[in-house]
């Protein structure tokens, strides 16, 4: 189930759930695993049992539910309570950040069906 949140931020989030890989820096690079809690066009919530600190730059390896493509998009930690971090996307090209739009603007869709439905 999708949901949007509007406060606080400079554009809507909306949940979603899936794992991806994400990939710290050095000195010691290790890839971890995450799972997506919800998602904007300018990032991510996630948790991670690693605590990773604010301000670190991670790549979020990332293949979007129905999407064939895998993108390798860095991030840095812009917040963290306990396993929950917040990453803002550092995109490296245009078609990392249209492609990061798509998928969102198909979560907007979903939200929009889901009110129109109980309506």
């Known amino acids: 189930m999708s949901g949007i949140y ?3 931020y400079r554009t809507p989030r909306f949940r979603a759930d ?7 820096g050095a000195p010691e690079p290790r890839l971890l695993d995450a799972r997506c809690l919800d998602i904007s066009d300018e990032g991510i919530a996630a948790q991670v049992a690693e605590h990773l600190p604010v ?4 790549t979020l390896i990332l293949t979007f539910p129905g999407n064939s493509t895998t993108w390798r998009i860095p ?6 309570q306990e396993e929950d971090h917040g990453f803002l996307f550092v995109f490296s090209s245009q078609s990392e950040r249209d492609d990061v739009r798509r998928y969102v603007a ?3 869709g979903e939200t929009l069906r889901m009110v129109s439905r109980s309506k």
Request: charged share 15%; net charge positive.
């Open 6 to 8: 509007e406060f606080g």
């Open 106 to 108: 198909s979560l907007h």
């Open 18 to 24: 899936f794992h991806f890989l994400l990939q710290t």
């Open 55 to 58: 301000g670190s730059v991670v």
């Open 75 to 80: 991030a840095k930690v812009c917040n963290r």
